[in-house]
């Protein structure tokens, strides 16, 4: 009869968190979690080295889980974000631009922005304009972009944050309620990833 030997409760830790942090392909902050894991499952083979205890398949594979999260999270998420937008448009902080009033800087270049439709410009069937803001509300003309699709092509809107492409111009026909800047020949994504985005307004509108 084999002598029994302990499962190392390091590795049965490790074993956890490296399953738990397969989340970060949704959230890179699951990353977070490689770094507990790791740190459990050296400390495992380090201890089940001076004193035999059974888990050392349990680290081995924690260590493979987390190496591989490591580089494919990370290059995954950038293709994604690289994908969000044409090649040649520069990617700003749709909501920092806003709040700091930096809207007519960029005015004449290309640039891409991710944020809300505006609930009131939420439609069911395709469209081919549409108003952005950073969260989906519209608390005043500085925080919405009025959005005019490339010709020939067209839109469903929803709730869903959406990464939007173009050229910024002043709006000559800008009257009050109305927002002061346009994309114009707008090229629409789903916005794939979290960054550059804000939180969605409560209520939307």
């Not at 493979?64 to 448009?89: D, M, Q, R």
């Not at 959005?147 to 839109?155: I, K």
Request: hydrophobic fraction near 45%; charged fraction near 15%; include cysteine.
């Amino acid at each position: 009869m084999e002598d029994y030997k302990p499962v190392s409760t390091a590795a049965v830790i490790s074993i956890v968190l490296a399953a738990v942090s397969v989340v970060s392909f949704l959230t890179p902050i699951g990353l977070c979690l490689t770094l507990p894991s790791l740190v459990c499952a050296v400390g495992a083979l380090w201890s089940g080295s001076r004193h035999p205890a059974a888990g050392r398949r349990l680290a081995i594979c924690s260590l493979g889980i987390c190496t591989w999260l490591l580089i494919n999270v990370p290059v995954t998420f950038y293709v994604a974000y690289k994908a969000e937008s044409p090649a040649g448009y520069a990617r700003l902080d749709f909501a920092e631009i806003s709040e700091r009033r930096l809207l007519p800087a960029h005015v004449g270049r290309l640039v891409c922005f991710k944020g809300f439709p505006v609930m009131s410009t939420w439609s069911s069937t395709p469209v081919t304009e549409m108003v952005l803001s950073p969260d989906g509300s519209r608390r005043d003309t500085q925080y919405a972009i009025a959005v005019q699709l490339e010709q020939g092509t067209s839109w469903t809107l929803y709730g869903e944050p959406l990464a939007v492409s173009g050229i910024l111009v002043e709006n000559v026909n800008f009257a009050d309620g109305e927002p002061e800047y346009i994309f114009q020949q707008a090229v629409i994504r789903k916005s794939q990833t979290p960054f550059g985005i804000a939180p969605p307004a409560g209520e939307g509108c």
